[in-house]
């Protein structure tokens, strides 16, 4: 059964701490994934790792940092904390996509998310 | 600027009628739809998808229906069941080489079968 888990399931932080919130897969998965859900804002992206030590900006990476030391490892980093980083954080795992014209969808796997409240 | 737009927050349907829920983008280059649904304090989990080669893709009561030249796709569930009750989002692909290939995802529609 693959599995994504995510450290905790709620945390409660002061402004201006620093935040490390991990992921782990089991599935060998290459690409790795940090989401935010908002009520009325879907889900957005936040970073994303192809490779061991590669990683990409999604479409709101300000505020945060990642870390991917090991393959089935993917930390996202909060470096100072506030308010408006209130939310629901979820990771996904999936494997790459083979080539051809029109690649196949190779399903990102989500864990349980993390509801992290910044006081 | 949203370029995957879930209109309807939320969604009554009867059990064992259609649910229909509506998803509109924006980019062209979307080459890949999908649906994921969400159930409280789970992550989201892939439901059906569909290329942008296609108009139709069916699995069991799912069935994803794609409009390329409206730029709109919609998810029917038919019969629809109490244990359907979810957030349903709607995702879609721009395929890119060398890198993971992102997905957009739009902002949900909470959907609720009753009895």
């Known amino acids: 059964d693959v599995k994504v888990t995510q450290s905790s399931r709620y945390l409660v932080k002061r402004t201006g701490e620093k935040v490390f919130l991990e992921c782990v897969q089991d599935m060998d998965h290459e690409n790795m994934f940090w989401y935010r859900q908002d009520p009325g804002l879907g889900l957005r992206l936040i970073y994303f790792s192809y490779d061991v030590k590669m990683k990409e900006k999604g479409d709101i990476p300000e505020g945060y940092s990642v870390s991917r030391e090991k393959k089935e490892r993917f930390s996202l980093i909060l470096e100072s904390a506030s308010t408006n980083q209130t939310s629901m954080y979820l990771c996904?795992?999936?494997?790459?996509?083979?080539?051809?014209?029109?690649?196949?969808?190779?399903?990102?796997?989500f864990g349980p998310g993390t509801r992290l409240t910044v006081l | 600027d949203q370029q995957v737009k879930q209109n309807s927050p939320s969604l009554s349907v009867q059990e064992g009628r259609i649910s229909i829920l509506n998803c509109d983008y924006t980019n062209s280059m979307f080459d890949y739809f999908l649906w994921y649904k969400k159930y409280p304090a789970e992550g989201p989990t892939f439901l059906i998808s569909i290329s942008s080669i296609k108009d139709k893709n069916e699995d069991g009561r799912f069935t994803v229906f794609l409009n390329k030249s409206a730029k709109h796709l919609s998810l029917h569930i038919v019969p629809s069941q109490p244990g359907d009750s979810a957030v349903y989002f709607c995702?879609?692909?721009?395929?890119?080489?060398?890198?993971?290939?992102?997905?957009?995802f739009g902002t949900g529609t909470r959907l609720q079968v009753t009895l």
């Open positions: 995702a879609a692909r721009v395929w890119n080489t060398g890198t993971a290939s992102k997905l957009t």
């Open positions: 996904a795992s999936s494997s790459p996509i083979a080539g051809g014209s029109f690649p196949p969808y190779n399903e990102q796997f």
